[in-house]
């Protein structure tokens, strides 16, 4: 019969086999609460709509009804739009015309539809607002840190400790807001993932040897 381990060897055997199972992040820890979920057809609608709708942000600049102005607030709007009615109505609204590029519509049931302005916060409360650790850490699970697993639509998390960032995979570009706002500068970004990996200041390199880089998250409502 084998011996068993004592308890302060078991409990340091636990705690590195969960520290294996992570992504390297400083701040980032826990798992994403489970929720409605959307179908797979109805996910790649979304993945499509939340693409879509960040594109008219970079084109045309900012619509107004986007308030708050950050990297988290540039996700946290396009999700919200994603899951909306994209009725002619909507479409002004967002300065979206009605040609054969829009994605179908999601075809949600009003379980689903309750997820939009619906985030879990770090401290567990369901609000409009989320921050953009509690938005990864939260309300999305960990896909890979290799680009090669991302969808569009999935988020890019760096952690630099102090501070955390989230970037949107487009499918052939990253976009992101750097957070900040000038009369000259609506602080919107894209750069395509050669640019990103080339990156001067290393921490934002989206590679697996740099520790800032957490990985890809997905949304965990979807499929």
């Known amino acids: 019969m084998a011996t068993a381990l004592p308890l302060t060897m078991r409990r340091r055997l636990l705690a590195a086999l969960l520290a294996a199972a992570v992504p390297p992040a400083f ?17 790649r609608a979304f993945q499509a709509w939340m693409v879509r709708i960040i594109s008219a942000q970079l084109e045309q ?9 950050d990297c988290a607030g540039l996700v946290r709007f396009a999700v ?4 909306a009615v994209h009725d002619a109505k909507w479409l002004r609204a967002n300065g979206i015309g009605t040609d054969r590029r829009l994605p179908p519509e999601l075809g949600l049931t009003p379980e689903q539809a309750g997820l939009r302005n619906r985030w879990v916060q770090a401290d567990g409360k369901v609000g409009h607002f989320v921050t953009a650790l509690a938005l990864v ?9 290799e680009l090669g ?11 630099q400790g102090d501070e955390q960032h989230l970037m949107v995979w487009m499918g052939m570009r990253i976009a992101y807001h750097t957070g900040t706002v000038k009369p000259d500068d609506n602080g919107l970004r894209t ?4 640019q990103l990996t080339m990156w001067k200041d290393t ?21």
């Open 137 to 145: 850490q939260n309300n999305s699970r960990f896909v890979a840190r």
């Open 27 to 43: 701040a980032l820890k826990g798992a994403a609460t489970a929720q409605v979920r959307l179908s797979q057809a109805q996910s």
């Open 80 to 83: 919200n739009e994603a899951l």
């Open 149 to 159: 697993q991302a969808l569009p639509g999935d988020l890019l998390f760096f952690d």
């Open 61 to 69: 600049g900012p619509t107004p009804r986007w308030q708050h102005r």
């Open 203 to 223: 921490r934002w390199q989206p590679t697996v040897d740099n520790p800032n880089f957490a990985g890809v998250f997905r949304l965990s409502f979807l499929s």
């Open 191 to 194: 750069v395509d993932i050669q």
